[in-house]
T-cell receptor, first 114, second 113 residues
Framework: KAGVTQTPRYLIKTRGQQVTLSCSPISGHRSVSWYQQTPGQGLQFLFEYFSETQRNKGNFPGRFSGRQFSNSRSEMNVSTLELGDSALYLC?????????????FGEGSRLTVL | GDSVTQMEGPVTLSEEAFLTINCTYTATGYPSLFWYVQYPGEGLQLLLKATKADDKGSNKGFEATYRKETTSFHLEKGSVQVSDSAVYFCAHDLGGGGNKLTFGTGTQLKVEL
């Protein structure tokens, strides 16, 4: 069974640009969550999608957005990039959106903003 | 607000030493508690979890007990191996549904021969 796949794995952008990251969950998983990992702030929750609907949202500015498609694949977009957006962006999937469930993480997309 | 506090690293131990990584949490409701591990160059993977008070999660020789009275979920292993070298994250969920996890800052463990 294939794991969570994130693309691209690495990317470099400049300030002001925008970026789109993609996540393909494990087959059969309908919940996709996104996290930002930085050395200073650690792992912070961005948002969760379940059945194409945003279920939870973290405390990030509106420049961060996401969506989920009918096949459960998800994308997140960051507009008007800032230097502080440099981070490892992790996607996680789960069968459902319920408490106590195990999240399966991808290896992440490492974004560098110059 | 909801938060997770875990001991800072890095922690360096000799092989076969006893490991404790402290974790305390604040949360509304009745969260589930987790330990995730991140090996070098890999994504996070679930190590163990506990979904209610007094539950003990265990896996690969690691254990942690959900202590509601002390709001703690300390990770322990009796005899660590070099292959246990990784970053360990304590986390809890909302408790009312959803997959939003609040993570601690992570504790890097290095095990030497």
């Amino acid at each position: 069974k294939a794991g969570v796949t994130q693309t691209p794995r690495y990317l470099i952008k400049t300030r002001g640009q925008q970026v789109t990251l993609s996540c393909s969950p494990i087959s059969g998983h309908r919940s996709v969550s996104w996290y930002q990992q930085t050395p200073g702030q650690g792992l912070q929750f961005l948002f969760e999608y379940f059945s194409e609907t945003q279920r939870n949202k973290g405390n990030f500015p509106g420049r961060f957005s996401g969506r989920q498609f009918s096949n459960s694949r998800s994308e997140m977009n960051v507009s008007t990039l800032e230097l502080g957006d440099s981070a490892l962006y992790l996607c996680a999937s789960n069968v459902a959106s319920g408490a106590g469930g195990e999240l399966f993480f991808g290896e992440g997309s490492r974004l560098t903003v110059l | 607000g909801d938060s997770v506090t875990q001991m800072e690293g890095p922690v360096t131990l000799s092989e076969e030493a006893f490991l404790t990584i402290n974790c305390t949490y604040t949360a509304t409701g009745y969260p589930s508690l987790f330990w995730y591990v991140q090996y070098p160059g890999e994504g996070l993977q679930l190590l163990l979890k506990a979904t209610k008070a007094d539950d003990k999660g265990s896996n690969k020789g690691f254990e942690a007990t959900y202590r509601k009275e002390t709001t703690s979920f300390h990770l322990e292993k009796g005899s660590v191996q070099v292959s246990d070298s990784a970053v360990y994250f304590c986390a809890h969920d909302l408790g009312g549904g959803g997959n939003k996890l609040t993570f601690g800052t992570g504790t890097q463990l290095k095990v030497e021969l």
